[in-house]
C-alpha cells in the first residue's frame, strides 16, 4: 500500500519514494554531492521507506577516463562513455551506502523497455523484488545500447515513468536549482513558483536550462514535463536542489510543489 502524500507536510508518511539527480549534480567537481545524497537517501531507508534512486552520469562520469574534456556528440563515443561510466558511478554509490550496510541494484532500462507490456512487467516485477528485500535500486537509462534515448531529457521522463511503474508515493527531481522560476534565476525578475496546481499549464514562464553546460541534458522544461507525467498518475512531485534533499525528504517547506490528480 502507498499513501496518498497532499503537501510537503506529509512527506514523512510517504512510503515509497523516487529520487531523480542529474549527470552535473554528482558527476564531476560534484561528485562529492553523492555522500551527502546517499545520507539522506539512508535515512528515509532506515525509517521504513522504499527508496528509488535514478541516477543520470553515467556518460559525465567516464568521459574523464576517456579523456574527453566535453560530452561526446557522436553516438558510439557516448555509449562507450556511459559503459565506463556506468560501473563507476555504481562502484561510487555502492562505496557510500555501505557505511549504512545497503545494498544497492543496478536496474537499466530503455524507452522501449517501459513501451512494451512485456518488458514492463518484468520491470516492475523485479523492481517490487528488489524493494521487498529492501535493496536501494538505482536505474538509469541503459545508455550503451540506447540510440536517441541518450538524449531522453536527462532521465526526467525516465523518472516519471518510474514513478507511475512502481505507483510512487512522491517523485523527487533534484537540479542545480532550488525550485522552479517564473523565468531562468539568473535574469532579473525572476520569482520562485512555491506550487503548481494539478492541471496549471504554467502559460507565462519562460524555461532556461538546469544544469551545467556540456554535461546534462536536461533543463527546467523537461522536469516540468516530467513533473506532469507523475502528477497526472496521481504521484506528486517536489522539485528542488541536490544540495537540500535532506530536508526535501523531511518534508520542509522549499523548492516547487506540483499537486497530484487524485488516483
Do not use: C
Not at 510537503?8 to 567537481?29: D, E, M, Y
Not at 561528485?31 to 537517501?41: E, N, T
Not at 551506502?97 to 518488458?119: C, E, F, K, P
Request: charged content about 20%; hydrophobic content about 45%; proline content about 3%.
Amino acid at each position: 500500500m502507498t499513501n496518498r502524500i497532499t503537501d510537503r507536510a506529509s512527506i514523512p508518511l510517504a512510503k515509497r519514494i523516487v529520487v531523480k539527480v542529474g549527470s552535473s549534480s554528482i558527476s564531476g567537481s560534484n561528485a562529492g554531492q553523492i555522500r551527502p545524497l546517499v545520507d539522506a537517501l539512508a535515512a528515509a531507508h532506515g525509517r521504513g521507506v522504499e527508496v528509488i534512486l535514478v541516477s543520470s552520469g553515467a556518460i559525465a562520469t567516464g568521459m574523464p577516463f576517456l579523456k574527453l574534456d566535453a560530452r561526446p556528440t557522436d553516438l558510439a563515443t557516448q555509449q562507450a562513455a556511459a559503459a565506463v561510466g556506468q560501473n563507476l558511478l555504481i562502484y561510487r554509490y555502492q562505496e557510500s551506502l555501505d557505511r549504512y550496510d545497503i545494498v544497492a541494484g543496478q536496474v537499466l532500462l530503455t524507452a522501449g523497455d517501459l513501451d512494451n507490456a512485456t518488458s514492463r512487467s518484468n520491470a516492475q516485477r523485479a523492481m517490487e523484488r528488489l524493494l521487498g528485500l529492501r535493496i536501494l535500486p538505482i536505474v538509469n537509462e541503459n545508455d550503451t545500447v540506447a540510440t536517441h534515448e541518450i538524449r531522453f531529457g536527462d532521465n526526467d521522463r525516465l523518472a516519471a515513468l518510474v514513478s507511475l511503474l512502481v505507483r510512487a508515493d512522491l517523485l523527487v527531481l533534484l537540479s542545480d536549482v532550488d525550485a522552479l522560476y517564473t523565468r531562468p534565476p539568473s535574469e532579473p525578475g525572476a520569482i520562485r513558483i512555491n506550487e503548481v496546481a494539478f492541471g496549471d499549464d504554467l502559460a507565462g514562464v519562460t524555461f532556461g536550462d538546469i544544469g551545467a553546460a556540456g554535461v546534462g541534458t536536461g533543463g527546467a522544461g523537461t522536469k516540468v514535463a516530467a513533473a506532469t507525467l507523475a502528477a497526472s498518475a496521481g504521484t506528486a512531485v517536489l522539485l528542488t536542489a541536490t544540495g537540500q534533499v535532506d530536508d526535501a525528504l523531511s518534508g520542509v517547506d522549499i523548492g516547487t510543489w506540483f499537486h497530484a490528480a487524485e488516483r
